[in-house]
């Protein structure tokens, strides 16, 4: 199959984001499949926008917007042509890179992050992982600061009620 060449500096690109959005995606997303595929739809609209993505100093807000509609996308087609979703790839998968001992722990987080409404998974994720700005955060999810902020109070007093006394604030993804 013949494949069209990347341009210069795309291959360097995908290699330092793609694990980055996977990383935000799996916030939202138990299917490894389904995130998968949104990452990598994500990074082809990178490539198709290359010439303004590739010139971003920081282009995090875009990557990660575009992983949400992606993300939307890809769990439409699913259901559309009926595909059963499997939770227990998501187990094995993170399994096999954490320690055991952590493993429970970010699984049980990462579930009661999925709990959350939209809004406010999309905040804690770009807050907590990649540790972006309220306005940053702002600037992707299309609202003001004092909104994400509200967001992000919101999520961590909701995971602080449903895990208890567990510590959240250490455990990054």
Do not use: N
């Amino acid at each position: 199959m013949f494949e069209e060449p990347q341009p210069p500096g795309f291959e360097e690109f995908f290699t330092c984001y793609h694990p980055m959005v996977c990383r935000y995606l799996l916030w939202r997303e138990p299917e490894y499949s389904v995130l998968e595929d949104a990452a990598q739809l994500t990074m082809m609209a990178a490539l198709r926008y290359w010439e303004r993505v590739g010139s971003m100093d920081d282009p995090r807000g875009w990557l990660f917007k575009v992983a949400g509609q992606r993300l939307t996308d890809v769990r439409q087609e699913r259901r559309r042509q009926g595909l059963l979703v499997d939770t227990t790839t998501l187990r094995s998968w993170i399994s096999t890179q954490d320690e055991v001992t952590a493993r429970d722990l970010r699984l049980d987080i990462l579930h009661a992050i999925r709990k959350l409404p939209a809004r406010q998974q999309e905040a804690l994720a770009m807050q907590l992982q990649f540790d972006m700005s309220y306005q940053e955060i702002a600037d992707v999810m299309g609202t003001t600061p004092g909104t994400v902020r509200s967001h992000v109070h919101a999520g961590r007093t909701t995971l602080k009620t449903m895990l208890g006394d567990r510590d959240t604030e250490g455990d990054r993804g």
